[in-house]
């Protein structure tokens, strides 16, 4: 599954939470804990769900052009709509297992740029925390991470699709509320 879709799905699960859980008055530590208790967990769970759905065959370069920019303008908008603190949260923990395994999506660049990897290994090695950080991060991710193999596998072209149905939905909660 691409970034958008996990978005999505984080997104409608934080701003349920936030309309459906009623307010005590005691609002802002209120909103905190539904959102580190309920919302963060499912959200982050949906991603273990949704990986069911594979994505595979897209290039660097249509993950860029149907993934990565459609997702940072969906965050413009999100900042004009004065969603952005909704989005992020559902966006960062919808996609929370992904952003562990790839390193903040720096790994994404591995592929074109190997000395990108090797650079980041260093400093991994190098440094005793950060080591240690990393250690449990991959561990960690392997566990929110299915062990097996996707249950459907959509053609390049679907998952494409996938990723507009899922990026005009996420535009439309954007406006509407
Ligand atoms: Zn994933």
Excluded: C
């Excluded at 759905?53 to 303008?73: F, R």
């Amino acid at each position: 599954m691409l970034s958008i879709p996990h978005a999505l799905t984080g997104f409608v699960i934080v701003k349920t939470i936030e309309i459906y859980v009623p307010n005590t008055g005691i609002e802002f530590l209120w909103q905190d804990l539904t959102f580190w208790l309920i919302a963060a967990p499912f959200s982050s769970l949906s991603h273990r769900l949704l990986d069911n759905i594979n994505e595979n065959g897209l290039s660097t370069k249509e993950q860029t052009n149907y993934d990565a920019i459609p997702h940072l303008l969906i965050y413009a908008l999100a900042v004009f709509t004065g969603n952005l603190e909704a989005f992020a949260k559902g966006s960062l923990t919808g996609n929370f297992p992904d952003i562990v395994d790839k390193k903040g999506y720096i790994a994404i660049f591995y592929r074109r740029i190997p000395k990108l990897k090797k650079a980041i290994d260093k400093i991994i090695a190098k440094n005793n925390w950060i080591s240690k950080v990393a250690k449990y991060m991959t561990e960690f991710s392997y566990y929110m991470h299915s062990k097996k193999p996707p249950i459907m596998n959509p053609s390049p072209v679907t998952t494409k699709i996938i990723g507009v149905v899922s990026a005009i939905l996420i535009v439309i909660i954007l406006i509407k509320t």
